[in-house]
């Protein structure tokens, strides 16, 4: 037998167990709220024990409690000056909390919309979407992309499986006036698509075989919105203005971007 193999894989699952426990250990301390809501307020802002106390009234001796299993856990540090100062490990265990908690609060959405399409480090960064809103009515979301068109100065980034009709002028004239125009169709859309002179040779287009999400980006508000699990799309989703939302949806379409077929009408 190859007893250097054989050592890998014992270790491996040694590893496994050892982090089962790591992840019990460190889910038991966020299970509590009182001690989430500590780590929330320290990670805005340096406190000591007795303004940690009274923002979330609570007496010392609980309070103290709590301070002390957050810093056995390497959550939050006590610094020289008395303030508690969140870690970088503490921070990162909040923002996956924030991730899961904007997955939880929409549940129903993502139960019957398909993200596994998504590369991992987008999933990764979901709770970035929490800074929108979403709106859950297609007529509603219709009426708000088309303010994204007419309130684009700068760009439009768009990808979506279709072209919407009602928008081309407006968005022909701003294209005229030097708006950067991209856009991401689906390869059958470009079949069908029709094209005309001047003002279409300016915008930038790009092909994918399938969209499996679709965007529409300008300089102020982006919105995103994902395939149903059945194949189809109902154009619901999420609306933001927040810059993190901004930045996870520029990146996104940057992404498919990138990985696009350049595309020149005739």
């Known amino acids: ?72 856990s390497k959550l939050l540090e006590k610094r020289v000056d008395g303030t508690y100062a969140i870690t970088s490990l503490g921070a990162m265990s909040i923002g996956l909390l924030k991730n899961l908690d904007f997955i939880l609060e929409h549940a129903n959405y993502f139960l019957e919309h398909d993200l596994s399409c998504l590369p991992y480090e987008f999933v990764n960064r979901l709770g970035e979407l929490s800074h929108g809103e979403f709106c ?23 990808m979506a499986e279709q072209v919407e009709s009602s928008h081309i002028q407006a968005t022909n004239e701003k294209v005229s006036k030097g708006l950067q125009f991209r856009f991401i169709m ?4 470009a079949k069908t698509v029709k094209i005309t002179p001047e003002v279409e040779s300016l915008k930038e287009r ?8 679709t965007f529409l980006i300008n300089e102020k508000e982006s919105c995103v919105n994902f395939r149903r699990r059945d194949g189809e799309m109902d154009y619901i989703g999420f609306f933001g203005k927040d810059e993190k939302f901004l930045k996870w949806t520029r990146d996104l379409f940057m992404y498919y971007w990138e990985r696009a077929e350049h595309w020149y009408p005739t």
């Open 206 to 213: 790009r092909l994918l075989d399938r969209i499996c999400v």
């Open 1 to 72: 037998m190859n007893t250097k193999n054989f050592g890998r894989v014992r270790n491996y699952t040694m590893s496994n167990d050892e982090g089962a426990e790591r992840i019990s250990k460190i889910l038991f301390e966020l299970a509590s709220d009182r001690r989430v809501s500590i780590l929330l307020e320290v990670e805005k802002k340096n406190l000591k024990m007795q303004q940690i106390a009274k923002t979330l009234d609570m007496n010392v001796t609980e309070t103290f409690r709590h301070l002390q299993r957050l810093s056995e």
């Open 186 to 189: 689906q390869q059958e859309l």
């Open 136 to 158: 859950g009515d297609t007529v509603t979301n219709f009426n708000r992309v088309r303010e994204i068109v007419y309130e684009a100065d700068e760009y439009i980034w768009a």
